[in-house]
């Protein structure tokens, strides 16, 4: 029901639009701009950076700092390196970042080493120079830092040297000021040491059968548990989606799981969520056979999502593998788009779980709603399959859907999500 990657960065993609020429600096941003940024002014502006050297100096570490920014229109992401040092941003020209806007002073701030690590100086500059939206003067900074310079906005990143990057060229190109978090995502700094520190927690959701309602599975759900980033899912997985890293955090969540309940023997069919990504890169299957070594006496359901079905003999492949290391499947938000009749007789799951739209106020729905639901329903039993009616907060809702012929549902009115301490 909820929507839960070796960390990589990635640009996005998009096609090529001609840059400014260098020449062209002049900026419709009005020279006295706030001191608080409300970083929500979208302008096309050139960025031209100038790099004085490309070699690094001798006994410097096998790593190079570099600032990204999202340009051509928020399609593609650009790097600089930062270096060599001090390394000076600002709007006059022979700096080693100059940023052609009047929102930008003549020499803006400033990045410097310190250790290992970086730090950032204001240069008393006007508009101001932002961390992670906190105005600094003079501040360390670390990878994943959303720095802004006025209301331009880069993010830091570290690179191992050895590694292809094509940071040193020069370039003209064109950026734009646009608004958190429709630019950079917010918390990608501390989302390393949350995957690393494996600080995250799961809760179990109760299944009943229908009629009756007794439990007879329990759906996991991921809660983060990092103090400087949310608990939801939906918001990690939207903060893990700036770093590609939404199938590493999906796996962090399973593995979580089975960790809390891996002594307990009591315990029904357990449903595991998974993320879109993880059925575009391998490593699935190898996942779910490492985890379920911590529990192997308990049954386990592998929710995908319906959209899946778009490719059958993905799915096909995937149940058959999944049926050899004792995993059932099912199908997870059916009907939150196409509902797919054709490939669910193709390749039938375990569980068909239908999306909370079609189960939100059903026992005042209209004849027809309650006939389609009753066939699609009628359809999955005909293929030997379980019905999981979503999302159920009433009684009513409940009695219509016993009714109807799910054999299970799940919701509020059965019980919220809990801690393992509690089942």
Not at 391 to 418: L, M, N, W, Y
């Amino acid at each position: 029901m909820r929507r839960e990657g070796r960390m990589r960065r990635s640009g996005r993609a998009g096609p090529a639009r001609d840059a400014f020429s260098p020449g062209d600096h002049r900026s419709d941003t009005a020279p006295d701009q706030p001191r608080s940024p409300r970083f929500g002014r979208g302008i096309g502006l050139p960025l031209c950076w100038t790099m004085a050297d490309a070699a690094p100096p001798s006994g410097s570490p096998n790593f190079r700092w570099f600032l990204e920014s999202l340009v051509e229109g928020g399609r593609q992401l650009r790097r600089v390196a930062v270096f060599p040092f001090p390394f000076r941003v600002g709007r006059k020209p022979g700096l080693e970042l100059t940023l052609p806007s009047d929102a930008v002073s003549k020499e803006h701030a400033e990045l410097y080493p310190d250790g290992d690590g970086l730090r950032v100086r204001d240069l008393k500059s006007k508009n101001g120079t932002f961390v992670n939206r906190d105005r600094v003067n003079d501040t360390p900074i670390h990878e994943g830092d959303i720095i802004h310079f006025a209301q331009l906005e880069f993010r830091l990143g570290r690179q191992e040297l050895e590694e292809p990057d094509g940071l040193l060229e020069p370039a003209t190109v064109s950026i734009t000021e646009m608004a958190l978090p429709q630019g950079f995502i917010e918390g990608t700094r501390d989302l390393p040491e949350l995957l690393r520190e494996q600080m995250v927690t799961t809760l179990f959701q109760p299944i009943v059968s229908l009629p009756g309602g007794a439990i007879a599975g329990y759906e996991v759900l991921g809660r983060g548990l990092h103090p400087r980033l949310p608990e939801g899912p939906t918001e990690l997985f939207h903060i893990a989606s700036g770093v590609s890293a939404e199938a590493e955090l999906s796996r962090l969540f399973r593995r979580k799981a089975l960790e809390l309940v891996a002594g307990r023997r009591d315990l029904p069919t357990l449903f595991l969520n998974t993320h879109p990504a993880e059925l575009e890169e391998p490593g699935l299957l190898a996942s779910l056979a490492e985890v379920k070594q911590f529990a192997p006496h308990l049954r386990l359901a592998l929710e995908i999502h319906e959209g899946a079905l778009a490719d059958p003999a993905s799915i096909d492949g995937l149940r058959t593998q999944l049926a050899k290391i004792g995993i059932g499947l099912a199908y997870d938000d059916f009907g939150a788009g196409q509902a797919r009749l054709l490939e669910l007789a193709e390749v039938p799951p375990h569980y068909l779980k239908f999306d909370m739209r079609f189960i939100h106020g059903i026992d005042q729905a209209p004849p027809s709603r309650r006939r389609l639901l009753g066939s699609l329903v009628s359809v999955a039993r005909d293929l030997l399959v379980y019905t999981v009616a979503e999302g159920v907060e009433t009684e009513a809702e409940a009695d219509v859907c016993s009714k109807i012929g799910f054999t299970h549902a799940q919701g509020f009115h059965f019980g919220r999500p809990r801690p393992v301490e509690e089942l």
